[in-house]
């Protein structure tokens, strides 16, 4: 999904809300319905927390957010990289910049789901989230040259300008020093 909208407000309640709602459950021997209604939580959620705290010892509440898979400073030298190759006039389409960011993965050797394994590129979910964390970066095909086949455009720029852009991702890499 690629943009979700909240539905319910599950999962809001503060910690430290749980925490001595569950104290009280627990070392007052207070009914879970009782304090669920004293402090506005469903009693089921405190149930829960208060079955975890005695099993662990600890518990959370709330979701878990989102899994990334590039860091922020991973995922600002790979936007810096795609406006470098654009300044001198090589931008990066959709489908290339998400086989460089796979590439990219497979270099730090991230964690990364089964599907992009077997297509060689990052999602279309995960690019929608990169241009969305990245509004200032502008990934589109880039316009027709003289040339027909894209092969020999692409040979022909990279001997011209191997020195700007660099020889290849496990170089980028190093230069960037792009780290997990």
Not at 71 to 86: F, N, V
Not at 148 to 169: C, D, K, M, N, Y
Request: net charge positive; hydrophobic share 35%; proline share 4%.
């Amino acid at each position: 999904m690629r943009v979700y909208k909240r539905k319910t407000e599950r999962g809001k309640v503060p910690l430290d809300v749980m925490k001595e709602a569950s104290e009280r459950v627990i070392k007052e021997n207070c009914k879970i319905r009782a304090v669920a209604k004293d402090y506005q939580i469903c009693h089921v959620t405190l149930y829960r927390f208060v079955q975890r705290i005695k099993s662990k010892g600890t518990a959370t509440c709330g979701y878990i957010g989102n899994r990334q898979i590039f860091s922020k400073e991973q995922e600002r030298m790979l936007a810096e990289y795609a406006k470098k190759a654009s300044n001198i006039y090589f931008s990066l389409n959709p489908t290339e910049l998400r086989k460089l960011a796979f590439q990219c993965a497979m270099i730090n050797k991230i964690q990364i789901p089964d599907k992009w394994t077997e297509t060689k590129m990052e999602g279309a979910d995960w690019f929608s989230g990169f241009m969305r964390r990245n509004d200032d970066l502008s990934v589109r095909s880039p316009e027709k040259l003289a040339y027909p086949e894209p092969q020999v455009r692409v040979s022909s720029f990279l001997t011209a300008h191997q020195h700007i852009i660099g020889h290849s991702v496990p170089q980028m890499v190093d230069n960037y020093r792009m780290s997990t």
